[in-house]
């Protein structure tokens, strides 16, 4: 992979990426996350860390999912591997959590988990069918 490709990807999945969490987190999930965990949640987000964390969640996904899937010419890598660093990432966060945070639910475990998946195999399969043409 060369950084001119590392960067093209990148740059088609950080909007992707962006739009499909905001979308979930402000409009869709904003309620479930108040419900179960509302005490424990800040009043507004540290966007500093929130936007730290998406523009490296994003390397992996490129690194993992998405470059791969482009070099095998395959929208189902880009679904399959997608989804497992999705799994993999927000299930060791969310497991952790349950470990050593006194009232972090079960219930947000299964949702997060679920929604990591959806999140990051959209983002794959999306950017690799965009991505797929623009190398």
Same mark, same amino acid.
């Given at each position: 992979?060369?950084?001119?490709?590392?960067?093209?990807?990148?740059?088609?999945?950080?909007?992707?990426?962006?739009?499909?969490?905001?979308?979930?987190?402000?409009?869709?999930?904003?309620?479930?996350?108040?419900?179960?965990?509302?005490?424990?949640?800040?009043?507004?987000?540290?966007?500093?860390?929130?936007?730290?964390?998406?523009?490296?969640?994003?390397?992996?996904? &490129? %690194?993992?999912? *998405?470059?791969?899937? +482009?070099?095998?010419? @395959?929208?189902?890598?880009? =679904?399959? $591997?997608?989804?497992?660093?999705?799994?993999?990432?927000?299930?060791?966060?969310?497991?952790?959590?349950?470990?050593?945070?006194?009232?972090?639910?079960?219930?947000? &475990? %299964?949702?997060? *988990?679920?929604?990591? +998946?959806?999140?990051? @195999?959209?983002?794959?399969? =999306?950017? $690799?069918?965009?991505?797929?043409?623009?190398?």
């Amino acid at each position: 992979m060369t950084i001119i490709n590392f960067i093209k990807i990148y740059l088609i999945a950080v909007p992707i990426f962006f739009l499909i969490d905001l979308t979930w987190l402000g409009l869709i999930a904003k309620n479930i996350y108040q419900k179960y965990m509302g005490h424990l949640m800040r009043p507004t987000p540290n966007w500093t860390a929130a936007v730290i964390f998406y523009l490296l969640f994003i390397v992996g996904l &490129v %690194i993992f999912a *998405i470059y791969p899937a +482009i070099r095998n010419n @395959s929208w189902s890598y880009a =679904l399959l $591997y997608g989804a497992m660093f999705g799994f993999f990432t927000y299930m060791t966060f969310d497991l952790t959590s349950l470990a050593v945070i006194k009232d972090w639910r079960w219930q947000i &475990v %299964i949702i997060d *988990i679920i929604w990591g +998946i959806v999140l990051s @195999s959209s983002v794959s399969v =999306l950017a $690799y069918l965009i991505g797929k043409n623009w190398l």
